[in-house]
């Protein structure tokens, strides 16, 4: 019997529209980048569920993926804290419609 | 060997990149590089060159000899040896190929011996002579660079490799005469030398592109392959046929063109005297030994060339006819030491093209051998004097040095001595066979000319002379004080070349048969001058009356200037000895410059400054406010929200998957 990856699939689906969704309408940059990281690991859900797909409950082509996914999520998580902290030093603020500097 | 031809021109090339860096490296300090170190390595790459090209010489007559030999031996007359080197590859277009190479032969050889011999002297003089200047690193670079392109010129082994060397000596030519660029006028001397020179290596290229025509797509335009071409029986019903016979002559005009550019003939002359601008040595070196006389070397390295082009030679004979006489004339206007000299050298290098229009080429490049030791003398010695005056260069405020300066006026003596043509002088050797192959082949009408210039030089020489060194003394007071002779590195040029003034025109000694110069060049030029020769067969009258007009000629020059100037006599109070006369003489060429090619430039650039100009603009301007407008409205787009943004591109994402998806759905 061949596993059906629909479940797993709309779940990711559904994880990365929450994402999206996120950083679309919050204004603080702190949701903006939970959403990021909610889309990531949606995007690590689909590669686990294709895995099982297409290379059986032992392959694990599609299941390596997400470890390096989940590495460079952590580092940019970090980079991405430490802007967010740098910002909020220079601007007193976290809301993303201030920062609108660049069209000058 | 024949190998070691590259580093003719690269040991000078090498000196002048290191002298380069030091002169950089120093630029920041007050002092400079130390000038014993550039001083050193500067007149070592020259004096390495230089024994090089005499151990080359020495290879090549004794391969000459072996050959000659070895003619007679068999019967059969066997090419004359020449030493080349092909570095590779240069020019591949369609059916022209050019190769980078160099050449080695009797005519080169003599050119390169008295170019880096005397050079060499003049790098040594300079050390001397520039020893207080700031930029005496820069200086010595730019002596340096210009011998390494002066080599090229001499070396290459085709018209265009030549005219790499041309350009680089303009180069170096331009780069010395603004040395002293604080002075504008210096700049501007240097920018009418430049400019000058361009119309004549217009004339050049266009010159050589016309003789590759001639030729035929797809032949190789090296000297030996042009000189085979011109000598092959075979094609001279070709050359007899009147659209080739034209097409001839208006190539060898053009690259006569080219030769009146670089050395200063009618009408392209009026830069060598401003060139005097330069500092001394320059002049001695490029401005009378060696680049000037390149256009002689060129249209001798091209003899065979010009041996069918008849009417072309009888320009060259007349302009050089005309060049000589009217500089000679100049030259007694002149206040400036260095501008006699300067009109000297035009007129002498007049002598030459007269020499080679009426088909004497080894004449010519003999005169060019013996001038460059007479000329390089008097202009040295020149430099010395004003050396010793702190700068002083109106001969009007000079007198009685002869006393005070013993080894400048002995020899600038001797440098006299040659240029006038008194007996066995190296001048009197040259000159005299000039005008005797002018009397025998170009006719009275030329002769006269010659004549009357060879009793001109006599006068303005002596008036020089006399108004130098032996007239009473008008030099001022206070400048008289610190009259001194120079240094060491100064003097051991002057009494080197001074000795060569006198002796180098026993080399080609015609009338006591002593003829190692012309036998030289007979494996280069004879074949051409001997078909120049052949139609007229009668000789003249004995060489000895012929060299006695000569001598005659130049005492009555020295008796009338003696008679003139005796006293340092002048008409003071600032005026000219002719009045306004002798100012249209000198600036006659000036005038036909700016009619003949400033005015039509000028008018042209009028046109495209005030019509063609704003009509390009206006189109421009089109473009401009077409790429505005898009720009703005492309800017509609630029959100300044970060969520925004976001959804924008979110979208584009969609629709990019959409289109690439578009044969799923």
């Given at each position: 019997?061949?596993?059906?990856?629909?479940?797993?699939?709309?779940?990711?689906?559904?994880?990365?529209?929450?994402?999206?969704?996120?950083?679309?309408?919050?204004?603080?940059?702190?949701?903006?980048?939970?959403?990021?990281?909610?889309?990531?690991?949606?995007?690590?859900?689909?590669?686990?569920?294709?895995?099982?797909?297409?290379?059986?409950?032992?392959?694990?082509?599609?299941?390596?993926?997400?470890?390096?996914?989940?590495?460079?999520?952590?580092?940019?998580?970090?980079?991405?804290?430490?802007?967010?902290?740098?910002?909020?030093?220079?601007?007193?603020?976290?809301?993303?419609?201030?920062?609108?500097?660049?069209?000058? | 060997?024949?190998?070691?031809?590259?580093?003719?021109?690269?040991?000078?090339?090498?000196?002048?990149?290191?002298?380069?860096?030091?002169?950089?490296?120093?630029?920041?300090?007050?002092?400079?590089?130390?000038?014993?170190?550039?001083?050193?390595?500067?007149?070592?790459?020259?004096?390495?060159?230089?024994?090089?090209?005499?151990?080359?010489?020495?290879?090549?007559?004794?391969?000459?000899?072996?050959?000659?030999?070895?003619?007679?031996?068999?019967?059969?007359?066997?090419?004359?040896?020449?030493?080349?080197?092909?570095?590779?590859?240069?020019?591949?277009?369609?059916?022209?190929?050019?190769?980078?190479?160099?050449?080695?032969?009797?005519?080169?050889?003599?050119?390169?011996?008295?170019?880096?011999?005397?050079?060499?002297?003049?790098?040594?003089?300079?050390?001397?002579?520039?020893?207080?200047?700031?930029?005496?690193?820069?200086?010595m670079a730019y002596l340096n660079l210009f011998l390494a392109n002066m080599v090229v010129l001499?070396?290459?082994?085709?018209?265009?490799?030549?005219?790499?060397?041309?350009?680089?000596?303009?180069?170096?030519?331009?780069?010395?005469?603004?040395?002293?660029?604080?002075?504008?006028?210096?700049?501007?001397?240097?920018?009418?030398?430049?400019?000058?020179?361009?119309?004549?290596?217009?004339?050049?290229?266009?010159?050589i592109f016309l003789l590759w025509q001639i030729m035929g797509p797809g032949s190789s335009l090296t000297y030996e392959?042009?000189?085979?071409?011109?000598?092959?029986?075979?094609?001279?019903?070709?050359?007899?046929?009147?659209?080739?016979?034209?097409?001839?002559?208006?190539?060898?005009?053009?690259?006569?063109?080219?030769?009146?550019?670089?050395?200063?003939?009618?009408?392209?002359?009026?830069?060598?005297?401003?060139?005097?601008?330069?500092?001394?040595?320059?002049?001695?070196?490029?401005?009378?030994?060696?680049?000037?006389?390149?256009?002689?070397?060129?249209?001798?390295?091209?003899?065979?060339?010009?041996?069918?082009?008849?009417?072309?030679?009888?320009?060259?004979?007349?302009?050089?006819?005309?060049?000589?006489?009217?500089?000679?004339?100049?030259?007694?206007?002149?206040?400036?030491?260095?501008?006699?000299?300067?009109?000297?050298?035009?007129?002498?290098?007049?002598?030459?093209?007269?020499?080679?229009?009426?088909?004497?080429?080894?004449?010519?490049?003999?005169?060019?051998?013996?001038?460059?030791?007479?000329?390089?003398?008097?202009?040295?010695?020149?430099?010395?004097?004003?050396?010793?005056?702190?700068?002083?260069?109106?001969?009007?405020?000079?007198?009685?040095?002869?006393?005070?300066?013993?080894?400048?006026?002995?020899?600038?003596?001797?440098?006299?001595?040659?240029?006038?043509?008194?007996?066995?002088?190296?001048?009197?050797?040259?000159?005299?066979?000039?005008?005797?192959?002018?009397?025998?082949?170009?006719?009275?009408?030329?002769?006269?000319?010659?004549?009357?210039?060879?009793?001109?030089?006599?006068?303005?020489?002596?008036?020089?002379?006399?108004?130098?060194?032996?007239?009473?003394?008008?030099?001022?007071?206070?400048?008289?004080?610190?009259?001194?002779?120079?240094?060491?590195?100064?003097?051991?040029?002057?009494?080197?070349?001074?000795?060569?003034?006198?002796?180098?025109?026993?080399?080609?000694?015609?009338?006591?048969?002593?003829?190692?110069?012309?036998?030289?060049?007979?494996?280069?030029?004879?074949?051409?001058?001997?078909?120049?020769?052949?139609?007229?067969?009668?000789?003249?009258?004995?060489?000895?009356?012929?060299?006695?007009?000569?001598?005659?000629?130049?005492?009555?020059?020295?008796?009338?200037?003696?008679?003139?100037?005796?006293?340092?006599?002048?008409?003071?109070?600032?005026?000219?000895?002719?009045?306004?006369?002798?100012?249209?003489?000198?600036?006659?060429?000036?005038?036909?410059?700016?009619?003949?090619?400033?005015?039509?430039?000028?008018?042209?650039?009028?046109?495209?400054?005030?019509?063609?100009?704003?009509?390009?603009?206006?189109?421009?301007?089109?473009?401009?406010?077409?790429?505005?407008?898009?720009?703005?409205?492309?800017?509609?787009?630029?959100?300044?929200?970060?969520?925004?943004?976001?959804?924008?591109?979110?979208?584009?994402?969609?629709?990019?998957?959409?289109?690439?998806?578009?044969?799923?759905?």
């Open positions: 019997m061949s596993f059906l990856p629909t479940q797993s699939l709309i779940l990711a689906g559904f994880l990365f529209s929450i994402g999206l969704a996120t950083v679309l309408v919050k204004r603080n940059l702190f949701f903006v980048l939970m959403g990021v990281e909610l889309m990531l690991n949606a995007a690590n859900l689909s590669f686990i569920a294709w895995s099982r797909t297409f290379s059986g409950p032992v392959g694990l082509d599609g299941q390596v993926a997400p470890l390096f996914s989940i590495a460079v999520a952590a580092a940019e998580a970090c980079v991405g804290l430490a802007m967010l902290l740098s910002v909020f030093r220079s601007k007193e603020t976290l809301d993303t419609d201030r920062f609108d500097r660049m069209k000058e | 060997m024949t190998n070691l031809l590259w580093l003719l021109p690269a040991l000078p090339a090498f000196g002048f990149a290191i002298n380069g860096l030091l002169a950089l490296a120093g630029a920041r300090r007050t002092e400079g590089p130390d000038r014993g170190i550039v001083g050193f390595l500067a007149l070592l790459f020259p004096v390495l060159s230089f024994i090089l090209t005499l151990v080359l010489w020495q290879n090549l007559s004794a391969a000459t000899e072996s050959v000659r030999s070895q003619s007679e031996l068999l019967g059969v007359k066997l090419q004359a040896p020449a030493f080349a080197q092909t570095m590779g590859d240069w020019i591949r277009a369609g059916d022209l190929a050019i190769d980078f190479g160099f050449r080695f032969d009797k005519l080169t050889g003599i050119m390169l011996l008295f170019v880096t011999g005397i050079g060499s002297l003049i790098h040594l003089y300079s050390i001397g002579y520039m020893a207080h200047d700031r930029g005496f690193a820069r200086f001499v070396l290459g082994d085709g018209p265009i490799v030549t005219f790499l060397g041309w350009e680089g000596v303009g180069l170096c030519s331009y780069l010395l005469i603004g040395f002293w660029h604080h002075d504008e006028a210096n700049g501007s001397a240097a920018t009418k030398a430049f400019l000058v020179n361009r119309v004549g290596d217009l004339g050049f290229l266009v010159g392959a042009i000189s085979a071409w011109f000598r092959d029986p075979a094609h001279a019903a070709q050359l007899a046929t009147p659209a080739v016979a034209a097409l001839l002559t208006a190539s060898t005009l053009l690259l006569f063109v080219g030769c009146t550019g670089k050395s200063a003939q009618i009408p392209l002359l009026t830069w060598l005297p401003d060139a005097m601008a330069g500092p001394t040595p320059v002049s001695a070196l490029i401005h009378a030994a060696t680049m000037v006389t390149s256009g002689v070397f060129l249209l001798a390295r091209m003899a065979d060339v010009f041996a069918m082009a008849t009417t072309t030679l009888h320009v060259i004979a007349w302009v050089g006819a005309a060049t000589a006489v009217w500089a000679a004339v100049t030259g007694l206007f002149q206040h400036d030491i260095k501008k006699v000299l300067a009109y000297s050298t035009v007129s002498q290098l007049g002598f030459m093209f007269l020499a080679v229009g009426v088909g004497a080429f080894d004449v010519g490049i003999f005169h060019v051998f013996t001038h460059a030791f007479f000329k390089a003398v008097l202009f040295l010695g020149a430099g010395s004097v004003i050396h010793a005056l702190s700068g002083e260069q109106d001969i009007r405020r000079m007198g009685g040095l002869a006393r005070k300066l013993p080894v400048t006026f002995a020899a600038m003596f001797a440098g006299w001595y040659a240029i006038v043509g008194l007996p066995f002088g190296a001048g009197f050797w040259s000159k005299d066979l000039i005008l005797e192959r002018v009397y025998v082949h170009g006719g009275i009408g030329l002769y006269s000319i010659a004549l009357a210039t060879a009793a001109l030089t006599a006068l303005y020489m002596t008036r020089m002379m006399i108004l130098v060194f032996w007239s009473p003394s008008r030099v001022d007071a206070e400048v008289s004080h610190h009259v001194h002779e120079s240094p060491l590195s100064m003097q051991v040029p002057l009494w080197i070349l001074g000795v060569g003034a006198l002796c180098v025109g026993f080399f080609w000694a015609d009338m006591i048969h002593l003829d190692w110069f012309a036998r030289q060049l007979s494996d280069v030029v004879g074949p051409a001058q001997a078909i120049l020769v052949s139609g007229h067969g009668g000789h003249g009258p004995s060489p000895w009356l012929l060299a006695g007009f000569g001598v005659t000629a130049a005492v009555i020059g020295i008796l009338v200037a003696f008679g003139l100037f005796r006293n340092g006599a002048f008409r003071e109070n600032g005026r000219e000895p002719m009045g306004t006369a002798s100012r249209w003489w000198m600036l006659a060429f000036d005038g036909l410059h700016t009619v003949v090619g400033i005015w039509p430039v000028s008018v042209v650039a009028w046109i495209l400054d005030n019509w063609i100009q704003p009509l390009l603009m206006g189109i421009l301007r089109v473009f401009g406010w077409l790429v505005e407008l898009a720009g703005s409205a492309i800017r509609l787009l630029q959100r300044s929200r970060l969520r925004t943004h976001m959804a924008l591109s979110v979208l584009g994402l969609a629709l990019l998957l959409l289109f690439l998806a578009r044969e799923l759905l």
